[in-house]
């Protein structure tokens, strides 16, 4: 009953925290980028158009269920290539700058798919194909994902890889003079985050069974980066904690109808001003008091 | 081509870039001082136009909270605008005292000033929308008085309209960027508050109170963001809550072409983004909406400081 009553929610919660973690990667290395929403975006028009139009149909017959796959790997590719395009040139950019152009990115994007026939304009494409009845099914989809995203993302922090992006993030010419190649590892932090966001979009289109230029809103990168920021920016917990909790919220709230977005924009101003390590921050001093 | 084509669109670009110019100075005067992008600005627009409207129209609406409910009075557009503006400014000063004062106060990292500044984005539009409800408001046609609609010119067989809006626009616009001009060079307050632009710590200690600046600065911004918000809403109408969003992302392209903290390049940003949009071809008019977002990414590749910007050498 608490299953059926809250799948979607569950699974928008993975989902989200997912797309969060999209954009964790490049601030792990110190770059705010807000560009995740256009390649999840992009990862949910391949797998719609993939999923819907007669020009793939022959696919669809062939692979069957794993035509999902195909769907994702796809969304990866294109989303890690198209990802390396913007991201070297953009990345030469530093802080609200590079944010900026990452907006840019998206709402160029935003116009190009209202334009193009092949993405349905502004209505957007519907009755993508669903592989599960239950919409608890898609946590077959989300879950894995997110398990291994949780692996490596702590494991990364171990590599040197992830030690280059702290580097970068904490003084970017210092570890430049240490000899870290940080345009190469900026780009890789970045394309890590577009190719996520790729998959993770591709995997979101049968789960919302519509897609439309309202999935790459401005409004919903925000929320991505209110994510991060609200769990905890530095630790690899932080989207997911951040995810729970702002996409539960309003469901929590349903009783104050209209006032519960006002009552989001309180909680992303109190948590901003109260909690600047995020939730993850807060349990981690929480605990350090338990032990001293 | 035509030489009436190449008028028109020359008024229309002027008329709306010089709106895009008002509205994106708002932006710049808070992030020279702070060096951080106010995203309530977008939020102040809206609300600025809302006030105006009420203010002329005399009413709320028939959706919402304030459904039915109407003020004693109704002011002539010259007396509403200007209170409308007025009152903007106040929720700009809100904005700094709700979502800028306490993290500064703990000196907290820019970024959360951002999200912050989104959250009190969300919670004006909402609020807005919780007590006018989420129709689109137009602002009838009897407000201007007794003037024309439009002025009509014959040249070469072929018309010329330009509507008295945008005259209106454009006048008050101009008016408002030379009072500005004048304000920060000419006046004491306006220079304590370029000291405090360029250095806030040195002007504390040459006795400039910061924090007031900081909040006059907030006050300044939000009247500019609701002038353009009334001025844009007179023109085409009130889009509902949401009506400030895309206009707040357009005045992001609009500083940053001119270059992040500039006055000036801000007003040359507005006049290239709205001359832009303006000539575009009537065939790609559907693509009017990406032309302030590619100029904005071509700029910030070929040279990220902007048009008018200065080149900041980082120390290590």
């Known amino acids: 009953m608490f299953l059926e009553n809250y799948g979607f929610l569950i699974v928008a919660i993975v989902q989200q925290a997912l797309l969060g973690m999209s954009l964790w990667y490049p601030l792990m290395a110190g770059q705010l980028s807000l560009a995740s929403i256009g390649f999840y975006s992009m990862g949910g028009y391949i797998a719609a158009i993939m999923g819907t139009s007669p020009a793939f149909a022959a696919w669809r017959e062939a692979l069957g ?6 769907e994702w790997l796809i969304a990866l590719a294109a989303s890690a290539l198209l990802g390396l395009a913007v991201g070297i040139p953009a990345l030469r950019l530093r802080g609200i700058y590079l944010a900026l152009a990452t907006i840019a990115f998206v709402q160029v994007l935003n116009v190009v798919v209202l334009v193009l026939d092949v993405t349905g304009g502004a209505v957007g494409l519907f009755g993508i194909p669903q592989p599960f009845e239950s919409r608890l099914g898609y946590l077959w989809f989300f879950g894995p994902l997110l398990a291994v995203m949780l692996i490596f993302s702590a494991r990364l922090t171990r590599t040197v890889a992830g030690r280059s992006f702290m580097a970068i993030r904490e003084d970017e010419l210092a570890a430049q003079a240490m000899g870290i190649p940080t345009t190469f590892e900026k780009v890789r932090a970045f394309v890590i985050g577009c190719g996520l966001a790729g998959v993770v979009g591709a995997m979101s289109a049968p789960f919302l069974n519509t897609w439309n230029a309202r999935q790459s809103s ?22 997911l904690l951040g995810a729970a909790l702002l996409v539960a919220l309003p469901e929590v709230l349903r009783p104050l109808k209209d006032a519960r977005l006002i009552m989001n924009g309180i ?22 008091r338990e032990v001293a | 081509m035509n030489i009436v084509f190449l008028l028109q669109s020359f008024i229309n670009g002027l008329s709306i870039g010089s709106v895009y110019a008002i509205f994106a100075l708002g932006y710049t005067l808070v ?36 459904a039915g409910m109407s003020l004693p009075f109704r002011l002539p557009f010259p007396l509403a605008l200007l209170g409308g503006s007025l009152l903007a400014g106040g929720i700009g000063v809100l904005v700094e005292r709700l979502a800028f004062r306490p993290l500064r106060a703990k000196g907290a990292d820019p970024l959360l000033a951002l999200v912050s500044s989104l959250g009190v984005a969300l919670i004006l539009v909402n ?83 910061v924090d007031r600046y900081i909040l006059s600065t907030f006050f300044i911004s939000g009247a500019l963001g609701g002038l353009s918000g009334t001025l844009i809403g007179a023109s085409f109408g009130l889009a509902g809550p949401y009506f400030g969003v895309s206009y707040g992302l357009k005045g992001l392209a609009v500083i940053v072409l001119g270059g992040l903290g500039s006055i000036p390049g801000a007003v040359l940003g507005g006049l290239v983004i709205g ?20 100029m904005l990414f071509v700029i910030l590749l070929a040279r990220p400081q902007g048009l008018l910007g200065r080149q900041t050498i980082q120390k290590v």
């Open chain 1, 65 to 70: 269920p794993a035509l999902y796959p195909v």
């Open chain 1, 218 to 239: 401005f409004d919903a990168s925000v929320a991505c980066l209110a994510y991060v920021l609200i769990g905890g920016a530095r630790s690899v917990w932080g989207p």
């Open chain 1, 267 to 288: 909680v992303l101003v109190v948590a901003c001003i109260y909690l600047p390590q995020g939730i993850a921050g807060l349990l981690a001093s929480l605990r350090r």
């Open chain 2, 31 to 66: 992030f020279s001082i702070l060096g951080i992008i106010n995203f309530a600005h977008g939020a102040v627009f809206t609300l600025g136009a809302y006030c105006t409207y009420a203010l002329a129209v005399g009413d709320f609406g028939l959706n919402g909270l304030l």
């Open chain 2, 127 to 209: 609020c807005l929308q919780f007590l006018v409800g989420a129709e689109i408001y137009a602002f009838p046609s009897g407000i201007f008085g007794s003037l024309p609609m439009a002025m009509v010119f014959k040249m070469d067989g072929k018309v010329l309209a330009v509507r008295t809006v945008q005259i209106i626009i454009l006048v008050v616009s101009l008016a408002m960027l030379l009072a500005l001009a004048w304000f920060m060079n000419r006046t004491r307050m306006g220079k304590a508050l370029q000291a405090t632009a360029e250095n806030p710590e040195t002007a504390s200690l040459l006795g400039i109170h």
């Open chain 2, 275 to 294: 001359l832009g949009e303006a000539f575009l071809p009537p065939d790609y008019s559907s693509m009017k909406e990406a032309v302030a977002f590619v």
